[in-house]
């Protein structure tokens, strides 16, 4: 059973466009996270939501809206896509200490 | 706020001999916790080991062990007996025990020359 799983793995799309990654943990934690990991291969928080509830925004651009319906779930929608949105996304899960990532979704924005 | 450096973008090591990756922090906190993540070329993180800032004994996972000083501030990994599958980015990550995030260094790359 996969623990936190992030679909796609790929996401190739134009300028532009809006796109989704959806994100789901099985473990029962509390908190969840998006990451973003630029082509230098710096991962950088993007959000934080613990039950549900946005805990950290960390200056993302308002063109980017993460949706968590319930505890197990994290999606994030990006809207007006950039050549600079291109990077890997990877969403994350944690109770208390280490968190534990999903396979990550790679975006090329072309 | 909390920042992580890792100083070595790179390291090489022979099969099978040791190899050592620095990591340094800053922090006002007291209690809080460190990580090593693991990121082959398949992209996936991988925790390879924990320690938490309380603890004064070193954690050791198998081939991997810290050396956490903690008035230093300094986290670093020792990968022994290194094999070609230890490959891949290394990250050291910090979290504070009231935090809601990882603070994560540059990365160092380790490459396994058979």
């Known amino acids: 059973d996969t623990a936190v799983s992030q679909t796609p793995k790929y996401l190739v799309t134009q300028m532009g466009n809006d796109k989704s990654i959806k994100c789901e943990q099985n473990?029962?934690?509390?908190?969840m996270y998006w990451y973003k990991q630029d082509s230098k291969k710096f991962l950088k928080i993007m959000f934080s939501y613990n039950n549900k509830e946005l805990i950290i925004n960390e200056t993302v651009p308002n063109r980017f809206s993460p949706k968590s319906p319930d505890k197990a779930h994290l999606n994030l929608h990006i809207n007006s896509l950039e050549l600079g949105d291109s990077a890997v996304y990877f969403c994350?899960?944690?109770?208390?200490?280490?968190?534990?990532f999903g396979q990550g979704t790679r975006l090329t924005v072309v | 706020a909390q920042t992580v450096t890792q100083s070595q973008p790179e390291m090489s090591v022979q099969e099978a001999e040791t190899v050592t990756l620095s990591c340094t922090y800053d922090t006002s906190e007291s209690d809080y916790y460190l990580f090593w993540y693991k990121q082959p070329p398949s992209r996936q993180m991988i925790l390879v080991i924990r320690?938490?800032?309380?603890?004064?004994q070193n954690a050791t996972e198998n081939r991997f062990s810290v050396n956490f000083q903690k008035a230093a501030k300094s986290f670093s990994l020792k990968i022994s007996d290194s094999q070609l599958g230890d490959a891949a980015m290394y990250f050291c990550a910090y979290r504070g025990a009231a935090g809601n995030k990882l603070t994560f260094g540059g990365g160092t790359r380790v490459l396994v020359k058979p």
């Open positions: 994350a899960s944690s109770r208390l200490t280490e968190a534990f």
């Open positions: 473990l029962g934690h509390d908190t």
């Open positions: 320690q938490e800032a309380y603890k004064q």
